[in-house]
């Protein structure tokens, strides 16, 4: 039990690190900073909330394959290796940068 704890409060105080920095982001757009330095706070605010992530789903892979009766099940293995290539994957798509559709002609090409 206190191994988890440590582990939520290693969570946490990532978590907490990330709100800093997006807060930072905040006041830096609105003291009007150059769009680089604006980007450059977004992609470590991102790897780190990435981090976070990781972390909590290594404890939960860890949780979830600790079986008492030592069988593997394997739907559940199934999940959890879907979910995590899901948090891996998790990359926003053109459409999620803008919130705008891409129009079919640009959509097409992108992939080339």
């Given at each position: 039990?206190?191994?988890q704890?440590?582990?939520?409060?290693?969570?946490?105080?990532?978590?907490?690190?990330?709100?800093?920095?997006?807060?930072?982001?905040?006041?830096?757009?609105?003291?009007?900073?150059?769009?680089?330095?604006?980007?450059?706070?977004?992609?470590?605010?991102?790897a780190?909330?990435?981090?976070?992530g990781?972390?909590?789903?290594?404890?939960?892979?860890?949780?979830?394959?600790l079986?008492p009766?030592?069988?593997?099940?394997?739907?559940?293995?199934?999940?959890?290796?879907?979910?995590?290539?899901?948090?891996?994957?998790?990359?926003?798509?053109?459409?999620?940068?803008?919130?705008?559709?891409?129009?079919?002609?640009?959509?097409?090409?992108?992939?080339?």
């Amino acid at each position: 039990m206190a191994e988890q704890n440590e582990s939520q409060s290693e969570i946490l105080k990532r978590l907490r690190r990330v709100e800093g920095q997006i807060r930072g982001i905040q006041r830096m757009i609105e003291e009007g900073r150059s769009c680089e330095e604006v980007v450059t706070q977004l992609m470590a605010a991102r790897a780190a909330l990435d981090r976070a992530g990781l972390l909590i789903m290594s404890q939960h892979i860890e949780q979830c394959l600790l079986d008492p009766s030592g069988a593997t099940n394997r739907a559940q293995l199934e999940r959890i290796t879907a979910f995590f290539l899901k948090l891996s994957g998790s990359a926003p798509s053109p459409e999620e940068y803008t919130g705008e559709p891409i129009p079919e002609e640009e959509a097409s090409t992108e992939g080339s």
